[in-house]
């Protein structure tokens, strides 16, 4: 399949979005900080970091925090074009972080033609949802 077309200035506005909303994460447990940025059909960006909890279960990605801020602002008529991600360590910034399982399903929910922009084991990487996510669940 072709991969849909971001621009790298779009890319760079994402990665940056998602950099700058990384510094709220409330992660004092994993010390793993990450943001999120998605970007919709319609060209607005949305933001969002994790938040843990004592109750670690109750932990929420940054990538569905940004994907549900998006929904609670304007509704769930949202196409997701793209998502960037971008995590630091304790002392390291930029590390590796692909979107975990529950989030792939998430931004397949409301993006089954995203692509999605992170840091791999070799460095930076795009991939489109459906190959993060292959037969992702559906309903409709
Ligand atoms: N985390 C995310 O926010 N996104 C991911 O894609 C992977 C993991 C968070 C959850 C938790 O707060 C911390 O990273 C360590 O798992």
Known sequence: MQKPKVSSATRERLLRSA?????????????????????????QVFAGC????????????????????AIAKDGPELEIRAVAVVAAGEKDHGVPCAPCGACRQ???????????FYKGAKGPKQSLITDLLPEGFRLK
């Open 50 to 69: 994790n938040v843990e909890n004592s109750s670690y279960g109750m932990t929420n990605c940054a990538e569905r925090t940004a994907i549900f801020s």
């Open 19 to 43: 950099r700058k909303v990384m510094k709220n994460a409330y992660a004092p447990f994993s010390h793993f900080k990450v943001g999120a940025a998605i970007l919709t059909s319609k060209g």
């Open 106 to 116: 998430v931004i397949y929910e409301f993006g089954p033609r995203a692509v999605v």
